[in-house]
């Protein structure tokens, strides 16, 4: 069974920074895209950030310029270093990866639980 378990997230000024973690495990053969979303109240679910198995990311216009999307491979972890934050960054986020399960041929779309980001201004 594949787990994602998000840390990191919080309650800050605007024009503060957080740093967000998504540590994947379980039986994994491997992982491909790895990725951040959020969803704000009455919002639908959207993109942050995406990052390749390569290490290409991809941003939402939204956050170019103020978020980093990283990740560590070898402890099969994702991150989201946000600055600049501003009121509208406000939202669950929600970390994504597309994981091969151990004895399974297809990647699969797993989420963590969500984390609350509140910027206040």
């Known amino acids: 069974?594949?787990?994602?378990v998000e840390s990191g997230g919080g309650l800050v000024q605007a024009g503060g920074s957080?740093?967000?973690?998504?540590?994947?495990?379980g039986s994994i053969i491997s992982i491909n895209a790895m990725?951040?979303?959020?969803?704000a109240p009455g919002k639908q679910r959207e993109l942050v950030a995406v990052i390749t198995s390569g290490g290409s990311p991809n941003y939402a216009d939204s956050v170019k310029g103020r978020?980093?999307?990283?990740?560590?491979?070898?402890?099969?972890?994702?991150?989201?270093?946000?600055?600049?934050?501003?009121p509208e960054d406000t939202a669950v986020y929600y970390c994504s990866a597309d994981v091969m399960p151990y004895r399974?041929?297809?990647?699969?779309?797993?989420?963590?639980?969500?984390?609350?980001?509140?910027?206040?201004s």
């Open 67 to 86: 978020f980093t999307i990283s990740r560590d491979n070898a402890k099969n972890t994702v991150y989201l270093q946000m600055n600049s934050l501003k």
């Open 1 to 4: 069974q594949v787990q994602l």
């Open 35 to 39: 990725g951040w979303y959020r969803q």
């Open 104 to 120: 399974n041929n297809y990647y699969y779309k797993n989420w963590g639980q969500g984390t609350q980001i509140t910027v206040s």
């Open 18 to 25: 957080l740093r967000l973690s998504c540590a994947v495990s």
